[in-house]
């Protein structure tokens, strides 16, 4: 498994998170099949971080092109990958 973890600033998390809501509500956008998602923030500095979860290394390489691909990255400050070698979700 692998995590894509986004950083994001932002003076308005809720706006920020409504956003995400509305985005995620619906069926998957291509490249993201499969994949999970965790949201992160902090209200008082503003800061959030998007986790995904992907299966595999082709499954994160899709999903990591498609969410690059897509408008709204504003705020974003950075983006790593992770391998995840335990989870227990």
């Known amino acids: 498994m692998y995590a894509r973890v986004a950083t994001f600033t932002t003076d308005g998390v809720e706006g920020m998170i409504e956003r995400v809501r509305g985005e995620v509500g619906g069926a998957p956008p291509p490249g993201l099949e499969g994949a999970k998602l965790l949201m992160l923030v902090d209200r008082e500095s503003g800061r959030a971080l998007g986790i995904t979860l992907f299966e595999g290394e082709e499954a ?5 092109e498609a969410l690059n691909a897509r408008p709204g990255g504003g705020g974003r400050t950075a983006v790593e990958i992770f391998e995840v070698p335990i989870a227990r979700l």
């Open 60 to 64: 994160l390489r899709r999903g990591d």
